[in-house]
Every structure is written in C-alpha cells, then in structure tokens.
C-alpha cells in the first residue's frame, strides 16, 4: 500500500519520487531495473541553454538534480557569456555512473520512499480515479495517485541500419505491457524517436588532433545550497566532420532508416543525426564534434554530434574520417531509439490527467526530450499528484514564474508534435526568469510545500535581503550609474562583505534596470489575463458567438484562464474578446442572483 506510485526510475522519476516522499506521502517507486536509475543515455552531462535554467528551478524547489549534479562534476562552463544574462546557461559534464549512485543512495535513504524493482503492467482505477498499480508478476500496489515517468522504454525499439529489435537504451529491456492499460484508459499513442552516437575507446582516440575545450574558472555551482564549487578534472575536445564524413554519408543514405521510411517516430528538430545534417545542411563542409567523457578514468568516450542510425559498416567508415578518430574502436554503436508517448493536450496545466483524477505524467511520456525537461516535469507533477493525495489546491506555476511553466503551458496548452526541448527562445519573460534568481523566484513557494529546510530558506532570505541592502548603498553613494555601461563590473569598496548571489543581484538588477521595469509592466498586463478565471463547469460548445473550432478546442483542453484559453491553436482574439464578453455577464448574473438570494 502507499499513497504515491511513481512509475520510472529515469530523471523525472527520481525527482518526483523524493518529492512526494519528502511531502510525507508513502511513496514507492518502480524501475524496471535498479541498474538504469538516473541513467544517462545519451549525453554524459546536465544543462545547457534553457535546460540549466531548469536545473536551478528544481534546485530551487527542493529538489535533488543540482546537488547531485556539483557532486559528481567532471568539468563546467557557463555558455552564452558573450551575452546578456537572460540567456547565461550552466552546463557540467558529468561522471554517469558517479550520479547513479549518488542519487541511487539518495533514494534508498529517503523517509517515506521504497524502491523496488518490477515493471508496472497497469493503472488500475475505481469509480473513475486511480486506485493502485498492478505489476508484470501480478502483483497490486493500493494508491491514491501515480506519476507516470517510463522515458523512451514504452515499447521500444532500436534501429541501426537494416537490423532492428525491441530494446530500452544501452541494451536494457523495454516495457511491453503498459501502453496498453493507458490506451484502455482513453489516451491516443504516438510514437516519438530519439537517438545517440557510438561510444568510443579512450586509447584509440588521438587528442593531439583536437582543440582542447577547458572549463571555466571559477566554477560556478548548479545548487543554490553547494557552498564549496566542484572542480575542473577533464577537459574535453573539439574535432570536425570533413567532406570524406559527408560523402560517405551521401553515398549510404539508401541505406539510413531516416530515410528508407523503416523510422516512424517523430524525431526531435533541434538534435538531429548527422545523416540529417549532411541532408538538411547541404552547403556546410563541416559539422562541429566533440568528445566528452562518460566518467573520471572511465576507458569510453561520448562522440557528441554523430547521433545515427546508419548501418554498423558505415559507421565504422564515417567515424574513422573524423581528426583524432582515424584509428577509434567503436565500443557502442549509434542507435535510433523509438518509444510509444502520449498526447501532452490530454494534461492539465498542473500535468495531471484531464479524465483520470490521481494519474499524472512526467518526462518523455509527455513528448519532451532530456533529463533536465524531465527532472522539472517529474518534482512538478509529483508536486500536484501529492497535493491531490492531501486535498489541497493544485500548485500552479505561469509562464511569469519560471521556464517550468514555460514548458508546461507549452505542452498542455500548444502541444507538441515532436521531442518538445526547452530553450530560452520559448520563455517571453527571459530577462525576469533567469537562472541567477531561480531561488528569490521559487524557493518562498516551495517553503509552503514543505519542500524547503529552514537553512535553505535562511540562506534566500539572506541573498533578498543583502541585495536591496546593497543596491540602496550603490544608489546613495552614486555608484549605480557608472555600473548601468555595459563592459563596467561590480567592484565594492573595502569593508563592504556581500555574498556572491547578493552582489551578482545587485550588479543585474542595476545593469538593467530599465529593461526589468518594461518586462515587469508587460508581466502584469499579461498577468491579468492569467487571473482571469474560466469556471472548470463551463460548457464553450453553448457559447453561440464563438466559431465553431474556437468551441470544439476550447471544450476539448478546458483551459484555466483568458490567458490560457489565448495560447490554445485555432482560437483567435476575435474568440477571446467573445470569452471576455461571456465572463463578465456570467459574473454579473451570479452576482445578481446572490443579491436577489439575499433580499429575499
């Protein structure tokens, strides 16, 4: 018995098992295989654009990905430095098997948490809502709600060349039995694709003819609680694809499952395999590689890149074209790897279920691609699937609070119709959502949640404190309007001891004052639109002035807000003008007949 089931052992998984634990629910998580979790399949590393902006919105809710994260790093950088700070994204390589076992150990040590190793085979439901787990051996797990997180392993399938068989990732087995129980339960199946490039012997790798990439100094820490930075331990390098690479590229394509049509699955646009690169990008000579390390002392490199599908002939030949990599052992083949989803349109804003109360999705089953959208998805749906458990009100964060609800409202409002990647393109609010204030944004929220220690919480009072504290002192002193020119930097004056979040603060807040006060002016504008409130019981197909397809989508996703309801495709503002007009009559009515209830 247990109040939480949590289905996947991945990184949406880990995040929303320890969160429903630590909100004191009984919760159990089930893996297919004690061995996969937290597993990397693809990338040894954690953030990137947009995706370290997640990283510390997790971080900042309580949750475990950062500080495992500044454990286990090999090397750090902070990407997109030549620009302003709305776009400045953490990246680590990271040791995969060292945070295996750091969050391994995280989880066995969690109150309130049991990890077992089965496949879940059914959602089982009772008068319409969930009412337990039924597993592969039979077995039947009471609860009240489920989280479900099973990445690409619904069904899957591995593709390299002519050769295919149903597989997980790095030869681990699918799961075969769960896609069913969800199509019983209403939900249309899609099938997305991913992919990842060979792994590659260390000794057969010839560096000297790579650009070293170094980490940046001084290491900046993903978690807002690391109070010692991790270090720089291996570097990693930059090679090149050259003509010789793309035209035995060319010369196979009648051999790709990219292209020969034996690949269904939609793949992801912003990650594509190298044949797609040659294909799509016809007039570049030349792709960037690079070689990351899977682990410290680890003997097999990652070829970051040269995701493929081709034959194993083939990629022996295109690899072997690389600098460096003319004599590389391929120790793991690239593989396309394809996986049953759901349609994320099924969600509510809170990702729960719209017509199964206690069920709740995470991760790739939602359409998404990496670790990072999957670790904010899985402390985000864990979130709601306890509240619900407590009959309390769901918690909801709005594309003003954070990239989490960026990406949210992204998926259950627009959809998605290939692997969804967060970037901070997506984010209209960027300059205000940046991954410096993830804390003074999120962490008082989550205190309500009780997903926050009073040290963490002392430690945000802190930084909100000294900030104002210093900004104030800057201003009087006149040292603000030098620091408003774009190369000028902070430098306090001696005897002034501010920490570092409080001076990078100030420094921002200053530097772009006025940019802030324009996006603060536009977040409040929209922000009415947000708080104006659809009642959950309206029927939108009664609503004579609205179009037809306005009518069909609107009673289709029930969306919370005007806000919500302007976002939704196919639905105008010629629409929401009609929904406004509706709204305030449909107060005004309520408001009269509770005036006339009272006179009488």
């Not at 959502?433 to 009073?454: C, F, K, V």
């Not at 009415?528 to 959950?536: C, F, G, N, S, T």
Request: glycine fraction near 8%; charged fraction near 25%; aromatic fraction near 6%.
């Amino acid at each position: 018995m247990a109040d939480l089931v949590v289905i996947g052992a991945g990184h949406a998984g880990c995040e929303a098992a320890l969160c429903g634990a630590r909100m004191g629910l009984d919760t159990m998580l089930l893996t297919l295989n004690l061995e996969s979790v937290a597993l990397m399949p693809c990338n040894p590393s954690i953030g990137g654009t947009g995706k370290g902006h997640l990283v510390r919105e997790v971080d900042a809710l309580g949750g475990e990905m950062g500080l495992a994260a500044d454990d286990i790093t090999l090397q750090s950088r902070m990407l997109n430095r030549g620009k302003g700070p709305a776009v400045h994204s953490l990246r680590i390589q990271a040791d995969k098997r060292a945070y295996h076992l750091r969050m391994l150990k995280t989880l066995f040590n969690q109150e309130h948490l049991t990890l077992r190793q089965g496949e879940a085979a059914e959602i089982l439901t009772q008068n319409g809502k969930v009412s337990g787990v039924k597993t592969l051996t039979g077995d039947v797990i009471p609860c009240r709600a489920v989280v479900v997180c099973t990445g690409v392993y619904l069904k899957s399938r591995i593709i390299i060349g002519e050769a295919e068989w149903d597989a997980g990732p790095q030869g681990l087995m699918p799961a075969n039995y769960l896609s069913k129980s969800l199509s019983d339960l209403g939900f249309a199946l899609r099938r997305f694709k991913t992919g990842t490039p060979a792994r590659v012997a260390e000794n057969s790798i010839d560096f000297d003819q790579m650009d070293v990439q170094p980490g940046d100094e001084p290491v900046t820490p993903f978690s807002f609680m690391t109070d010692i930075p991790p270090k720089n331990k291996i570097s990693c390098y930059l090679t090149w694809t050259n003509e010789k690479t793309h035209e035995i590229i060319r010369q196979n394509l009648h051999r790709a499952p990219m292209f020969t049509g034996q690949i269904n699955g939609v793949g992801a646009r912003y990650c594509p395999s190298i044949e797609t690169k040659i294909v799509r990008f016809a007039d570049k000579d030349r792709h960037q590689i690079f070689l990351e390390p899977e682990g410290d002392g680890y003997p097999e490199w990652y070829v970051q890149g040269m995701s493929s599908s081709m034959p194993e002939d083939v990629q022996w030949a295109m690899y072997r074209t690389i600098p460096g990599l003319e004599h590389c052992v391929l120790t793991r083949l690239a593989y396309a790897i394809e996986y049953d989803c759901i349609d994320s349109l099924t969600l509510t804003p809170y990702l729960g279920a719209r017509h199964i109360p206690g069920l709740y999705m995470a991760g790739q089953i939602n359409g998404t691609s990496g670790y990072e959208e999957a670790a904010a998805q899985g402390i985000y749906a864990a979130i709601n699937a306890s509240l619900y458990c407590q009959e309390k009100e769901p918690f909801l964060l709005t594309r003003d609070q954070a990239y989490i609800g960026v990406m949210a409202d992204d998926l259950t409002t627009k959809g998605t119709d290939e692997p969804y990647r967060m970037m901070t393109s997506r984010a209209e609010h960027r300059l205000y959502l940046r991954q410096d204030n993830a804390d003074l944004r999120l962490t008082l929220r989550a205190r309500e949640l009780g997903l926050i220690s009073d040290e963490r919480l002392r430690r945000t009072e802190t930084k909100l404190r000294e900030t104002e504290e210093l900004i104030k002192r800057l201003t009087d002193a006149g040292m603000d309007k030098p620091l408003r020119h774009p190369e000028a930097h902070l430098e306090l004056p001696e005897g002034w001891e501010y920490t570092a979040g409080a001076r990078e603060q100030a420094e921002i807040q200053i530097k772009y004052e006025g940019y802030l006060q324009k996006e603060m002016a536009q977040i409040r504008q929209t922000r009415a639109m947000e708080e104006a409130k659809i009642p959950a019981d309206t029927d939108f197909r009664s609503i004579d002035a609205l179009r037809l397809e306005a009518r069909e989508k609107l009673q289709a996703q029930r969306p919370l807000s005007l806000g919500q309801a302007s976002r939704i495709p196919g639905v105008n503002p010629a629409d929401i003008a009609v929904l406004m007009v509706w709204l305030k009559r449909n107060s005004e009515k309520k408001i009269g007949c509770v005036s006339k209830d009272g006179e009488e």
